[in-house]
């Protein structure tokens, strides 16, 4: 095959942070569970409404149309005739909780929260996926906890994570913000390198509009600073160390991720006093999110956590993801460092004891799916934790109903039993204000009104389970690629990120009666995403691209997205999911290499690469459009370098090929491939090294 091969960054970002995925159907249970509109009576139950530390005992709650319609004694009340009766004898009735910080990508995600209880999640980085699932469960689709998300993540250059919002400047940053406000985000999130000009900016477009601010301390801002600056709330207690650093501790400039670590071997105790009276003048909140640190673990000890049982409930790709050894905030640290963290969690947990007692306010949250911090489970080790610190179990619970409800202007909706408030109720067999363990006890949840028995919720998570496990036909509903010319090379991918099967991809290469070449390819994502991927490219004999049609269908609708170039002029046009359309034209290198995120576009390098000899390398320019989390066409610089050849082991035996490395280099991102093409010129594997370890593309036919 004498085409060239070329992947933009766009298909690391669509897999590795999920952003760029969009999830599947909610299962047969979960639709009927919603369709019922019942009225429903907890009789007899021990109700702790969370407006107080107290227990109402004999007691009887009626909702009705998703709301608590009374709470009285049982002999008081009378039950409406047509209501559906649960026995609350010897049980405990309480609202359901609130995760303040979660990272919720997948539909599968959802489930776990409400089989733990947790039926409101604060969702930390916003795509237009979320403000969807928003819409869903305003008209009763979606099993979902309630969701109050944040927009793409503002972060400086370069950012942190692949796939956030750049912000440069102060001008950037007051249009990202008004952006987001237009969009109907619920508040903005900032993040560790903003410079403290646009971080200003943002806190006053964001106050003008009437939209709170949360996220990490920027580093070149400081907290001192934050602290007067009207932040709502700080998450993982990102900045104190700052205030808690000793005076001559050798790493206290530094910025580097190991060296932040290391801080806190030089921590002044005497200084928590302070720095807690600094906050409770500032007003500013905290989710501290201890479990977070607690589970970033060396990989001995990761081995052990994925030991655990709900490991078996956590989606192929996030597994993938939780590996220390590719990981790259973990990858490079020290034995010492990960006893570091050690001592790090014991003086966090100090610290949010201290900031409690003063009177700083505390908001429960997990920051899932960080490694091993499965969704819904992780709550019950941050309510531990927050007992540990010296919360009461009422107070641990207040910090995920009440306060939460506080917090997000939501007091008149959520977070106490009374009347009026929507109905996320969690039935238990033993009283949580004794200990918060008993939280895992659940006889049933109840989401807006609608009950869901405990073995109806565990039968939910195994049949996920076995979900993953099942084997997958995934071209089976799928039309086979169609023909346009003489077929020059087809072929079949297996999708792997790290260790585990995430999906496939196909494509064909054909010749045009033109001279010209067109690529067809077709992806499928497996649960819990199930999106399917479309792609026609068309390129001249010389691997100059022409055209890229790119469709990608999801369980929230279409984008449909085209690239022409004619001369120096790239023309885009498309209709994305959210009803937008996309019209723009911009002026580009004739020679300009065009991409999408599917692996068939690697068909327009290999031109490039085949020319050159062993230790040669060349720097094209590349144009990818990304639909998610919002649709945007970086620039890209691709730097394609001939390797040495090699030997590889395949179905068929050991084959000599050729090795060509190439560097994406975009504003928001910096991804490696390693291409292997046999003899013949023929794709066999594509690798993409990328933050949180590789996807590999392996040829099965």
């Known amino acids: 095959m004498k085409t060239k091969f070329c992947l933009s960054s766009a298909l690391i970002l669509l897999l590795l942070l999920m952003i760029f995925l969009i999830p599947s159907v909610w299962g047969e249970r979960g639709e009927k569970s919603l369709k019922e509109e019942t009225t429903v009576a907890f009789v007899n139950v021990n109700v702790i409404p969370m407006d107080s530390e107290r227990i109402l005992e004999n007691h009887t709650v009626i909702v009705s149309n998703g709301l608590i319609e009374q709470v009285g004694l049982t002999h008081e009340v009378q039950i409406p005739e047509k209501a559906v009766k649960i026995d609350g004898s010897g049980k405990y009735l309480m609202p359901g909780i609130a995760d303040m910080h979660v990272h919720a990508w997948s539909e599968n995600d959802l489930k776990l929260f409400i089989a733990n209880g947790v039926t409101m999640i604060r969702n930390m980085w916003g795509s237009p996926q979320h403000l969807t699932w928003k819409e869903m469960i305003a008209k009763g689709e979606l099993f979902s906890p309630s969701i109050y998300t944040a927009g793409p993540l503002m972060d400086g250059p370069p950012p942190i994570w692949e796939g956030s919002e750049l912000i440069e400047t102060p001008e950037q940053a007051v249009k ?16 560790n390198r903003l410079s403290k000009e646009s971080f200003d900016a943002i806190m006053a477009t964001a106050k003008k509009h009437g939209i709170p601010v949360a996220g990490h301390v920027p580093d070149r801002v400081g907290i001192e600073y934050v602290l007067k600056s009207g932040l709502s709330a700080d998450e993982h207690l990102t900045g104190y160390i700052e205030l808690l650093e000793a005076d001559d501790s050798p790493v206290k400039d530094s910025e580097d991720f190991a060296d932040k670590i290391r801080k806190w071997k030089y921590v002044d105790e005497s200084k928590i006093p302070e720095a807690v009276s600094a906050t409770l003048k500032s007003g500013m909140w905290n989710c501290v999110t201890l479990v977070v640190y607690q589970k970033f673990v060396s990989a001995e000890d990761a081995k052990e956590l994925r030991k655990r049982p709900e490991m078996k409930y956590v989606d192929p790709m996030i597994l993938g993801m939780w590996d220390p050894t590719k990981d790259f905030r973990a990858k490079k640290l020290t034995a010492e460092d990960f006893d570091t963290l050690r001592r790090a969690d014991a003086l966090r947990l100090k610290l949010t004891g201290a900031l409690h007692k003063a009177g700083a306010p505390i908001l429960l949250g997990t920051d899932t799916p960080n490694p091993f911090v499965v969704p819904g489970f992780a709550i019950h080790e941050e309510l531990q934790n927050l007992v540990n610190a010296g919360l009461t179990p009422y107070e ?126 077709q992806s499928v994502t497996d649960a819990p995403y199930d999106a399917k991927g479309f792609m026609r490219l068309e390129l001249d004999k010389d691997g100059k691209c022409y055209i890229v049609d790119f469709q990608n269908e999801t369980r929230t609708g279409v984008n449909k997205v085209r690239m022409e170039r004619i001369g120096t002029s790239l023309k885009i046009t498309g209709k994305l999911a959210s009803g937008a359309t996309i019209e723009q034209e911009v002026i580009v290198p004739e020679d300009i290499v065009l991409g999408s995120s599917m692996v068939g576009a690697v068909v327009p390098v290999v031109a490039l690469a085949e020319s050159l000899k062993v230790g040669e390398t060349k720097t094209v320019k590349g144009k990818s459009f990304e639909v998610s989390p919002a649709f945007q066409i970086p620039d890209e610089a691709l730097t394609i370098e001939r390797q040495a050849d090699a030997m590889k082991q395949t179905p068929k035996g050991v084959v000599p090929v050729r090795v060509f490395h190439v560097d994406v280099v975009s504003p928001t991102a910096q991804i490696q491939q390693i291409i292997l093409l046999n003899a013949q010129g023929e794709l066999l594997e594509l690798e993409l090294q990328s933050q949180m370890g590789s996807i590999t593309f392996h040829r099965v036919e």
Do not use: C
């Open 176 to 191: 990202s913000v008004e952006e987001q406000v237009k969009l109907g985000y619920d508040f903005i999130k900032v993040y």
């Open 396 to 521: 641990a619970f207040k910090a995920g109903t009440v306060d939460g409800a506080e917090f997000l202007g939501q007091s008149d909706m959520w977070g106490t039993i009374e009347h009026g408030k929507r109905a996320d109720l969690v039935l238990l067999e033993a009283n949580p204000l004794a200990d918060v363990a008993h939280f895992n006890r659940r006889t049933g949840v109840m989401v807006r009104g609608k009950w869901n028995t405990e073995p109806e919720l565990k039968k939910m998570l195994e049949d996920l389970a076995a979900s993953y496990k099942a084997p997958k036909n995934r071209f089976a509903e799928i039309p086979a690629l169609p023909s346009e010319g003489q077929r020059e090379f087809s072929g079949r991918y297996e999708m792997k990120f790290n260790k585990y099967v995430i999906g496939e991809e196909r494509f064909v290469v054909e010749k045009l009666a033109n001279d010209r070449i067109v690529v067809l390819a």
